[in-house]
C-alpha cells in the first residue's frame, strides 16, 4: 500500500468525517467488560480518520499509531470507529473532571476516537505511553471497535515488542482479538514512533454478530 504524507492522509479523514453523532449505544459484544460504555462519552459529533490522542504539548515521546481495518474476508472497510486511550508520559491516567462518576473518568484526558475512511484507515498522533508506575507491566495502548448499527467491543491493547517489560506471560495474554496487537515500534528522522496495528473486525470475539455488508 503506498504511504500518504500527513497532510494527505488528514485530508481524506476530513472528507469522510461524520456530521451526525450517533443516535444510540450499540450493544457490548465479546464477553464482560468494565467500563465498554465509555467510548460513547465524550465521543465528538464530528470524526475522521486521523485524531489526535494528546495534544502536541503533551510531554513524551511522539507517537504515531496507524493501521487498515478489514472484515473477516480481508476487505477494508470504512465507518468504522476505533477507541483509543492510554497513559502519559507518567504512566498513569491523567483524570478528565468533566466525566467524573462515569467510566471515561477511568480512561483519563488521553483518548480520542477515529472512523476509517474509504480505504479503512484510521491514524492516531499521540505519545509513546509509560508503564504504570512500581508495577512490572508493559507499555500498551487500550483500542475498542464500535461498529455503527451493530455492536461495540474490545480488541487487544497495542503492545511494542522492543518493551523490555513484555514477558511471555504477557505475550499469552494476547488473544487475538481484533487480530495481533504486537507491534514493533521504529522511529523516523525526527525521533517519532511509528506502529502499524491492523484490524480484523469480530475475531475471536465471543457471541459477535453476523456482520452486514
Known amino acids: 500500500?503506498?504511504?500518504?504524507?500527513t497532510a494527505s492522509v488528514a485530508a481524506l479523514g476530513l472528507v469522510f468525517a461524520s456530521t451526525v453523532a450517533?443516535?444510540?449505544?450499540?450493544?457490548?459484544?465479546?464477553?464482560?467488560?468494565e467500563g465498554c460504555d465509555a467510548v460513547f462519552q465524550g465521543q465528538p459529533r464530528e470524526l475522521a480518520s486521523v485524531a489526535r490522542i494528546a495534544p502536541p504539548e503533551e510531554p513524551g515521546a511522539k507517537l504515531v499509531l496507524e493501521g487498515v481495518v478489514r472484515d473477516s474476508d480481508g476487505e477494508a472497510v470504512p465507518g468504522i470507529i476505533v477507541y483509543a486511550y492510554h497513559t502519559d508520559a507518567t504512566g498513569v491516567y491523567p483524570r478528565d473532571e468533566r466525566f467524573r462518576g462515569q467510566s471515561a473518568f477511568n480512561h483519563g484526558r488521553?483518548?480520542?476516537?477515529?472512523?476509517?475512511?474509504?480505504?479503512?484507515?484510521?491514524?492516531?498522533?499521540?505519545?509513546?505511553?509509560?508503564?504504570?508506575?512500581?508495577?512490572?507491566?508493559p507499555q500498551h495502548i487500550h483500542l475498542h471497535i464500535i461498529e455503527p448499527g451493530c455492536c461495540t467491543y474490545?480488541?487487544?491493547d497495542v503492545f511494542f515488542d522492543?518493551?523490555?517489560?513484555?514477558?511471555?506471560?504477557?505475550r499469552q495474554r494476547l488473544g487475538g482479538r481484533g487480530g495481533n496487537g504486537l507491534t514493533?515500534?521504529?522511529?523516523?528522522?525526527?525521533?517519532?514512533?511509528?506502529?502499524?496495528?491492523?484490524i480484523?473486525?469480530?475475531?475471536?470475539?465471543?457471541?459477535?454478530?453476523?456482520?452486514k455488508k
Open 1 to 5: 500500500m503506498r504511504k500518504l504524507g
Open 22 to 33: 450517533m443516535s444510540r449505544d450499540e450493544p457490548i459484544v465479546g464477553g464482560p467488560c
Open 110 to 137: 488521553l483518548r480520542a476516537w477515529a472512523r476509517t475512511d474509504a480505504a479503512g484507515r484510521y491514524r492516531f498522533e499521540t505519545i509513546r505511553p509509560a508503564s504504570y508506575p512500581r508495577t512490572s507491566e
Open 154 to 156: 474490545y480488541i487487544d
Open 162 to 170: 522492543d518493551d523490555l517489560r513484555l514477558t511471555p506471560r504477557h
Open 184 to 198: 514493533s515500534p521504529r522511529q523516523d528522522e525526527s525521533g517519532t514512533w511509528h506502529v502499524t496495528r491492523d
Open 200 to 211: 480484523v473486525l469480530g475475531r475471536n470475539i465471543p457471541d459477535y454478530p453476523l456482520r
